[in-house]
């Protein structure tokens, strides 16, 4: 059960890392850190639980294949995750548009934690721990990802998402394998 609490929340770090890298390589404040972190850690916190409500509404509304829908979700996360455009240079237009900017980002930023929730009851973790783990995870990718955002490039931050993929991907064929397996 580690290994897949693991598997779930380190790719989720690694996109709020590359996003808060690219955020800091435009130079952000001490109070500023502190503030988006805050708000990345609120968000990336809450829309599991969003994600895990949905995702129960959906299982009683299609039953059993609520499960395979869960695992695809997953999936195209990863996928996404493995082919999206990595081009942060909207991330620069928001530099001292305010908290409605940070919120916006931090929503974008949260929508891996959405999907992710549809898969908590799949998973068969306990939901509290993986959002103690997120929430906690958030907040110190975020600060260390500010903080050492001007010291790496582009092509780093967009290998950090290629991973949080292929670990997203990976954990997605093992949950089908092992829901066809029985």
Request: hydrophobic share 60%; proline share 2%.
């Amino acid at each position: 059960m580690v290994v897949k609490i693991i598997a779930l929340v380190l790719p989720l770090g690694l996109d709020t890392f590359a996003v808060s890298a690219a955020l800091g390589a435009g130079g952000v404040s001490t109070h500023r850190r502190m503030r988006t972190s805050l708000l990345f850690t609120a968000f990336e916190a809450a829309m599991p639980l969003v994600g895990l409500a949905i995702g129960r509404a959906l299982e009683q509304a299609i039953g059993a294949a609520a499960d395979y829908a869960a695992i695809g979700v997953l999936f195209a996360v990863a996928v996404d995750m493995l082919v999206a455009d990595d081009d942060h240079a909207e991330l620069d237009s928001l530099h001292g548009h305010g908290v409605l900017a940070l919120v916006a980002l931090a929503l974008s930023t949260s929508l891996d934690e959405l999907a992710i929730g549809f898969t908590l009851g799949v998973l068969g973790v306990p939901v509290v721990v993986v959002i103690a783990l997120i929430a906690l995870q958030a907040f110190l990718v975020a600060q260390v990802g500010m903080r050492i955002g001007e010291r790496i490039g582009q092509r780093v931050r967009e290998r950090a998402e290629r991973v949080a993929g292929v670990v997203l991907a990976l954990l997605a064929i093992e949950l089908l394998v092992a829901k066809l397996a029985g």
